[in-house]
């Protein structure tokens, strides 16, 4: 594997990933999928139930499996590895990881959102799809008559929050210390005059307690340590990860995400991001599959076009 020179290298197997390797295998062209395994937003999804065409509950590992297993049928390979860095100064790029490097054509990064590779929380992952969730338009119907708390800055939580009121019976809004409030006053206004809505300031999550699912969450907020009785804690908290693996390379938006056009280039020539790590406003499954069509389509484009005019010189 070491010296082949593939014409496109995926960094992430989620529904971005594996959309891209369909649409890319099935044009011919030869496949890398990295993925680091357990990690990903689908992998953690325990229910997912607005995939069109797929009924009943799937979790989403159910869904990773038949796309996974659809992308086998063109050839696309796969390898367990961290995602770490790119080597940019050749004709073409090189993808490092920690088992290997990969030599590529084109590139799709789709490795998801900042949470994946992000420190956890204690109690986060014990409690994830038990109460602990990063996305509220995902759960939000889960949490009918609950009392919730979302974490993160007040632009980031503002919509997530106003989305909860149409099922949860309370929600507590802990904004951390770097949130502006004059980023979207109105929402905010709106926001505190809702009865259902508490919010706190200066916040910073400790821990999230419960027994079988999130019965409380412990918090400092201002300073002092306050405990908080919550069924659903929705956490928007990550951003610092994908700073560090792309921010040399692409200009990210203000909460760490990669900037794309419409058509998934990123600022570097045969370099396309799609799905959750892109600056976009949904995060879904069925908004990472359109990404990643669009991205491999123009990926394909991309490799096409070279093959061309190294025919046409040579
Ligand atoms: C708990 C939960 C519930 C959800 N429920 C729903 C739902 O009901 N409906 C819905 O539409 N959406 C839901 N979502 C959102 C949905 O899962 C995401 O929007 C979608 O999975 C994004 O796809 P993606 O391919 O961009 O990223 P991901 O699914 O996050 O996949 C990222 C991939 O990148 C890989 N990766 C990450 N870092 C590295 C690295 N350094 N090196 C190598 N590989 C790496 C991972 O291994 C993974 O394969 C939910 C999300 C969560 C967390």
């Given at each position: 594997m070491e010296n082949k020179i593939y014409d496109v290298v995926i960094?992430?197997?989620?529904p971005a990933g594996l959309t891209s390797a369909l649409y890319a295998g099935r044009s011919n062209l030869s496949v890398l999928v990295i993925e680091k395994p357990t990690v990903g937003s689908l992998l953690m999804a325990h229910k997912?139930?607005?995939?069109?065409?797929?009924?009943?509950?799937?979790?989403?590992?159910?869904?990773?499996?038949?796309?996974?297993?659809?992308?086998?049928k063109f050839n696309v390979e796969f390898v367990d590895a961290t995602f770490l860095g790119f080597d940019l100064l050749g004709e073409n790029k090189i993808v490092k990881t920690d088992k290997d490097n990969f030599t590529a054509k084109t590139i799709i990064i789709a490795s998801g959102w900042a949470k994946n590779g992000a420190k956890k929380l204690p109690g986060e992952e014990q409690y994830l799809g038990k109460g602990v969730s990063y996305c509220a338009t995902c759960d939000g119907a889960f949490t009918r008559n609950m009392s919730v708390s979302l974490f993160g800055k007040g632009k980031e939580i503002a919509e997530e929050a106003l989305f909860l009121t149409k099922y949860s019976k309370e929600i507590h809004m802990f904004l951390t210390e770097d949130?502006?409030?004059s980023e979207d006053k109105s929402l905010m206004e709106t926001l505190k005059a809702n009865e259902k809505i508490k919010m706190?300031?200066?916040?910073?999550?400790?821990?999230?307690k419960g027994e079988e699912f999130v019965e409380e969450v412990i918090a400092e907020v201002a300073g002092e340590k306050i405990n908080c009785k919550t069924q659903f804690a929705f956490l928007y908290l990550g951003?610092?990860?994908?700073?560090e693996l792309y921010?040399?390379?692409a200009p990210l938006d203000e909460s760490g995400y990669l900037i794309t056009d419409e058509a998934m280039h990123t600022s570097i020539e045969g370099i396309f991001a799609a799905g959750d790590v892109r600056s976009k406003m949904i995060r879904q499954v069925t908004t990472a599959t359109s990404d990643g069509t669009i991205a491999a389509l123009e990926a394909i484009k991309f490799v096409l076009k070279k093959q061309n005019l190294r025919a046409q010189y040579s």
């Open positions: 960094i992430g197997a989620g997912i139930e607005n995939y069109p065409g797929i009924q009943g509950s799937p979790t989403g590992k159910d869904i990773y499996n038949l796309m996974k297993e659809q992308t086998l949130s502006d409030e706190y300031y200066s916040s910073k999550l400790l821990e999230i951003t610092k990860s994908l700073k921010g040399e390379i």
